[in-house]
């Protein structure tokens, strides 16, 4: 079992930046490849961005390659996911995740997930 806790959200002006951190709990983090994803209300969940448990690969959504930047550091069991120039439409909740597969290709292969933390960009 992995809980999973992410912080770092908030509002912040069109062009700004914020760096969203998930905190990983109760297995061996470095174990699994992390991946944020995002809801907006009445919208389907979509991917973001996910690494690999060493964090040797990465892979990003189109609309924010070259904008967002996913990390981790595993000896402090989290994932960080830097976002820069932010624009009114990454406005939505955040959400932490974690697979057991090392390239996971669906949102149904991560295991596990948290709670989210909200993003709002304001224009």
């Known amino acids: 079992q992995v809980q999973l806790v992410e912080s770092g959200g908030g509002l912040v002006q069109t062009g700004g930046s914020l760096r969203l951190s998930c905190a990983a709990s109760?297995?061996?983090?470095?174990?699994?490849?992390m991946g944020w994803f995002r809801q907006a209300p009445g919208k389907e969940r979509e991917f973001v961005a996910r690494?690999?448990?060493?964090?040797?690969?990465?892979y990003y959504q189109a609309s924010v390659k070259g904008r967002f930047t996913i990390s981790r550091d595993n000896p402090k069991n989290t994932v960080y996911l830097q976002m820069n120039s932010l624009r009114p439409e990454d406005t939505t909740v955040y959400y932490c995740?974690?697979?057991?597969?090392?390239?996971?290709?669906?949102?149904?292969?991560?295991?596990?997930w948290g709670q989210g933390t909200q993003v709002t960009v304001s224009s």
């Open positions: 690494i690999t448990w060493s964090g040797e690969t990465t």
């Open positions: 109760g297995s061996t983090f470095s174990f699994y490849t």
């Open positions: 995740s974690a697979a057991r597969r090392r390239i996971p290709t669906t949102e149904a292969e991560y295991d596990y």
